[in-house]
Every structure is written in C-alpha cells, then in structure tokens.
C-alpha cells in the first residue's frame, strides 16, 4: 500500500516535470518570437510607475518593438495561449496615465516610444495630413509639422504625451470648442486587435474598429499608425487673461465666446481660491493693459475666475489682429482693470506646459503623487456644481490649478467610445493637484482624495449627470453606470476586437478570462 502511494506521488512528479519540460514557461515562450525587437525581462520597474505615482504593478516583460509586426506577433501568441493564460498586455505611450492604467500586473507591457515606423511624413496640399507612429510625442508632431509651415489643430495643454494615449482618452484643450477633441481630428488608424490581427480602419473602412478605439481606453486595440489633419501654422499668438468675481458672468462670457464664429482659437479658463500672490506672478509674463489700475487690484482671499483666451496671427497681420481682439475683449463683463496680455510664439503657447514641468523638476516636485479628478459637467448643471465646490470643499487652490471651461458636443463625433454628458455644451472641469508624499495636513494625498470624494458624491448627490474624464473605478458596477446606455455597445466591441480580455488591464474593466459576463 505504502510502495503504490510513493509509485503514484513519483509519477506525479514525473508529469509534473513533463508538462514544464515541454511547455516553455512564458518568459522562454515570449523568447522563442520572431521579432525585430527585443523583450526584457529585467529592466522592468520603470514600466510599472506613472505620472500619477499611485499605483505600481511589476510587469514580467517589457516589449520594445521596431515594427508593427512585433505588436502584432506578441499580441497573436498570447491570444493562441488561449484563455487559460493570464497573461494580458498594456500599451504604454508616455506614462503619463494617473491610475495604472498603461500597466500590466505580470503581462507584458508594450513601450509604443520604440516603434518608430512608418517614419513621419508629412503630406502638404489642400487637404494636409501627417502620418505618425501610434507611439509618436505630440510634441515631435508639432516640430516636424511646422518645418513645412503646418500644425495638428487640436491640442492637449502639455505636448509630451503620446498620439495612442491620448486618443485613447479624447485630447481637450482650449482649441476643443472649435475643431473638436484629438479624437475628431484623425481620418485614418492602424490598430492591431486582441487577437493580433493588424487593421486599416478609418470613417469608411473597418469604421466600427474606428470608433470603437477612439476614446476607447486602450480595449479595443493598440493605434500603431494615426493619419492626423493639419492646418496652416500661425507664427505668434496673442495670449490673453481677463478676471472675474461672479461665476456667472464668467461662464456666459466663456459660453457666449465659444458660440460665435469669430472669436478667438482658443478658450480655457481657471479658478483662483485663496491665493494672493497670483497677480505678482503674473506680471513676468504678462503686461497689464491698464498698469496703474492692475496694481491697485487686491484679489483679498476672493475666488476669482480667470479667462485664458489666445488668438493665432502672422506679424504682418498684427494690427488688423490688435482690432479683432480689441472688439472681441469689448463685449466681455470681466473686472475693468484686469486685463493681461502677452505675446509669444506659437511654439512656445502649445509647448507652455513643459517650462512648468522643467521647474517642478528641478525642485523634485513633478515626480511626486498626482491625485488628479478630471469631471464632464453640463452646462446646467455647472452653476450648482461651482457653488458647492469652489470655496466650500476646495477651499485654496495651491494644490494645483483647476481648470474650466466649456466645449462644444457638436464637434464631437457620437460614434467613438468616449464618454459624454448628456447636453450640447458641458465644462471639462480638471483638478490638477499634487500631493507631497509625506504631508498628513491639506497639501497631503489623503486629504486631497477626500476631497475629490466629496465633489464626486455632491455630484452624485445633485444628479448633475458629470462624467468622468480619464475614468478610473474599481468595480464592474461603476464602469457600467459610467458608460450608462453605451455599456452593451462597449461589451459589444470588446468581444468582436479583444474577446479574450487580453488589452489594456491596467484599465481594470475587464478582468482576462471572466471578461464576458454582462
Ligand atoms: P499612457 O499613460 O502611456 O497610456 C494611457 C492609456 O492609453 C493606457 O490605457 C494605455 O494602455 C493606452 N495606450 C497608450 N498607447 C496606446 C496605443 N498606442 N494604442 C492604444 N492604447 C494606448 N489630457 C487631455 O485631454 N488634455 C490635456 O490638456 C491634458 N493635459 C495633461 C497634462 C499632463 C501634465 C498630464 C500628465 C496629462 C495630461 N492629459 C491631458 C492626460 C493625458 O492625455 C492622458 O493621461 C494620456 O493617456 C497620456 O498619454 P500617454 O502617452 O502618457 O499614455
């Protein structure tokens, strides 16, 4: 009896050690690839950090490919795995997601920056484009656009994220209201699938893979190539910031602005809680129209509005320019006396960010926690929503800026997978905030979340109808109640282009294997 129970625990073993012998073990089978890339299997770490230093999930690979090929042959081989493996696999531009959501725990993360190919190429003409990598940085784009006197026309505040992150979220920026989001901007993709196929598709080809993958999350598919429309760059633009009091009056200026035709080329807007000092900050860089008036301005702990407007011109256009802004500035209701204004050259307006970014860093304040909530909110519901929030739970700004203003939905194409309210004009409201590491007082990161806690639930609370931008949620139920009747459209496209769940887990939408239970 004891020799049959030994014989069967030896085979056992024997089988065991069979099965591994034969079947490679997933780093030796992702070694076996015939790819003109590399996978890494040590130099990992940085893979699972991201601009929101939160969250921290150890990939077991990084692929660093060099041709779309690679994408597709990685992605194919783990798909042939079957639904047994659990290996996933996240897509991962520039890192600059807040929530882990271009990790992969244990999968293999794809470092889009390696793939350089097709090279850009800029296509001038009545109808200009350029085609980019799915890894390129926006603010590549821009160099390389402008060498032949063109730009991209819709923007994101900072250029150096990645053409895949961003339109797997959507792009907003001051120049939404006009042309639209990123999303609304691209004619063409190339987009390998969840089962490694690797497919053209645009607004007459393939165009429910189009949609699906613009604002989608990263779920449908990994954006290899991007076909994006330009126009003809300005050299200079005139920035321009104005101050209000009284939200109301702010809002129907922004509102009133962002529905004429001539206006300016880009409306954004911000919130001062608190802080004094603004004002002397801004005279580096921005000359008061007024000078003597703008210094006797005392903010005195007000909450303030301030409205950021730019208008794009050529040199030998400047005084017709000086006129239109004149008669523009002339029908707003903002405080007299604050009236900034500077020029700069239309690199450095889009690029302005990155000056923030080169001094923050050089005081260790970039790398730090970034609880950031970014919320949709219609433009009903925005009075009620600035009421509750500003001065009552974000009493001082100094966390980080919060921006707002409003777009229009009707540049917005209502077939791509990003996540809307329900009305024609809604705000993009963004808290900006960053929380030092080791602070337990108003600038700390637990504070800073009770914070976003509470303007969520006095959203949920007020039935506002506010959407998260750049979501992040831990349970299937909230993901449902934020896609609301776009749920089984977005369960639909999963199981058409990822059915085995293998895309973008950092998002945490859906789990590999279990992903199709409605
Ligand atoms: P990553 O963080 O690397 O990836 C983000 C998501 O996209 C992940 O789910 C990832 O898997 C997926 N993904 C990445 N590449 C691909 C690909 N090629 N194909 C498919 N999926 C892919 N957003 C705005 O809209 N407007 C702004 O003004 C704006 N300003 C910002 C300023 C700063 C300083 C920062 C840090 C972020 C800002 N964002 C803004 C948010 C930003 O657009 C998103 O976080 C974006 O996803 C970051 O791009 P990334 O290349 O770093 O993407």
């Known amino acids: 009896m004891r020799f049959l129970r030994s014989s069967i625990i030896l085979f056992l073993i024997y089988i065991a050690l069979k099965i591994n012998l034969c079947v490679p073990s997933v780093p030796s089978s992702l070694k076996t690839l015939a790819i ?98 799915g890894g390129e940085l926006w603010i590549n784009i821009l160099h390389e656009t402008l060498k032949h006197g063109l730009s991209p026309k819709s923007w994101t505040d900072y250029l150096h994220l990645t053409v895949g992150g961003t339109l797997s979220n959507a792009g907003i920026s001051g120049q939404a209201f006009r042309y639209g989001p990123q999303i609304s901007n691209v004619h063409q993709l190339e987009v390998v699938t969840g089962k490694g196929e690797v497919v053209n598709c645009s607004e007459k080809q393939n165009s429910d893979l189009f949609y699906s993958v ?68 801004w005279r580096s860089s921005f000359n008061p129209k007024d000078p003597v008036r703008a210094s006797q301005f005392k903010s005195d702990g007000r909450i303030l509005f301030c409205l950021e407007l730019a208008k794009y011109f050529n040199p030998e256009k400047m005084a017709e320019v000086n006129q239109e802004v004149m008669s523009s500035l002339s029908q707003l209701s903002h405080i007299p006396s604050t009236l900034f204004q500077s020029e700069v050259p239309y690199i450095e307006f889009l690029d302005r960010v990155h000056i923030s970014e080169i001094k923050l860093r050089s005081k260790g304040l970039w790398e730090v926690p970034h609880p950031w909530l970014n919320l949709l909110i219609p433009r009903s519901k925005i009075h009620s929503f600035s009421q509750q929030v500003f001065g009552n739970i974000i009493t001082n700004t100094s966390n980080g800026p919060i921006l707002i203003y409003p777009v229009n939905k009707s540049k917005w194409n209502n077939r791509t997978s990003a996540v809307l309210p329900e009305e024609d004009v809604f705000y993009l409201v963004a808290f900006l905030t960053s929380a030092l590491p080791s602070s337990k007082g108003s600038d700390g990161i637990d504070h800073i979340l009770s914070q976003n ?8 609370k007020g039935g506002f109808g506010a959407k998260q931008y750049l979501p992040h949620y831990s349970t299937k139920g909230e993901w449902r109640s934020h896609f609301g009747p776009q749920w089984e459209a977005f369960f639909q496209r999963k199981s058409t282009y990822d059915p085995l769940g293998i895309l973008a887990p950092g998002q945490r939408i859906f789990q590999k294997a279990t992903a199709f239970s409605l």
């Open 214 to 281: 613009l604002g989608g999350l990263g779920q449908f598919g990994i954006i290899t190539r991007a076909r994006i429309l330009l126009e003809p760059a300005p050299k200079m633009v005139k920035l321009i910031r104005v101050l209000y009091e009284d939200f109301s009056t702010f809002s129907r200026d922004q509102e009133r602005l962002i529905s004429v035709k001539n206006t300016f080329d880009y409306i954004e807007g911000f919130v001062i809680i608190n802080r004094t000092g603004l004002l002397n900050n």
């Open 36 to 133: 003109a890339g590399h996978f890494d299997f040590k130099q990992v770490h940085h893979a699972a950090k991201d601009f929101g230093n939160r969250y921290s999930f150890l990939p077991l690979a990084v692929l660093h490919p060099k041709s779309v090929s690679d994408i597709a042959t990685t992605v194919k081989h783990i798909w042939h795995k079957g639904p047994g493996s659990r290996l996933t696999v996240a897509a991962r531009g520039h890192g600059h997601s807040l929530q882990g959501q271009a990790q992969a725990h244990q999968g293999v993360v794809i470092n889009m920056e390696s793939l350089k190919s097709p090279k850009m190429k800029v296509h001038t003409g009545n109808f200009p484009y350029v085609d980019v990598s």
């Open 453 to 460: 806690r509470r303007i969520l639930e006095s959203c949920e």
